[in-house]
């Protein structure tokens, strides 16, 4: 099991920018793919990006071009660099490790953190 924790969340004006970082413990995590998800009040959860084991990632058509997802396997840390924000941004962002295990996966999720945009 991986335990994350996201930090970076904020209140900030559109056009503005976060980073937000999810810091993680366990043996594994330089193995797993890991992504960024949001939820807005009323709205499903959805997938914000994501980074494999050997860095290839993936974003929204919402926000590519804007944002950008790193990781640093040594430290055990993924950010999300979030730049031209807008009021449509503002969510609760979760940090998830998947790994698959007999072509099963099998995800962890941190607690989430609060981003809100004011227009």
């Known amino acids: 099991q991986v335990q994350l924790v996201e930090s970076g969340g904020g209140l900030v004006q559109a056009g503005g920018s976060l980073r937000l970082s999810c810091t993680a413990s366990?043996?594994?995590?330089?193995?797993?793919?890991i992504g960024w998800y949001r939820q807005a009040p009323g709205k499903q959860r959805e997938l914000v990006a994501t980074?494999?084991?050997?860095?290839?990632?993936n974003y929204a058509d919402s926000v590519k071009g804007r944002f950008t997802i790193s990781r640093d396997n040594a430290k055990n840390t993924v950010d999300l660099q979030m730049n031209s924000l807008k009021p449509e941004d503002t969510a609760v962002y979760y940090c998830?490790?998947?790994?698959?295990?007999?072509?099963?996966?099998?995800?962890?999720w941190g607690q989430g953190t609060q981003v809100t945009v004011s227009s």
């Open positions: 366990g043996s594994t995590f330089g193995a797993n793919d």
């Open positions: 998830n490790s998947r790994k698959i295990i007999f072509g099963i996966p099998i995800d962890d």
């Open positions: 980074i494999s084991s050997v860095g290839s990632t």
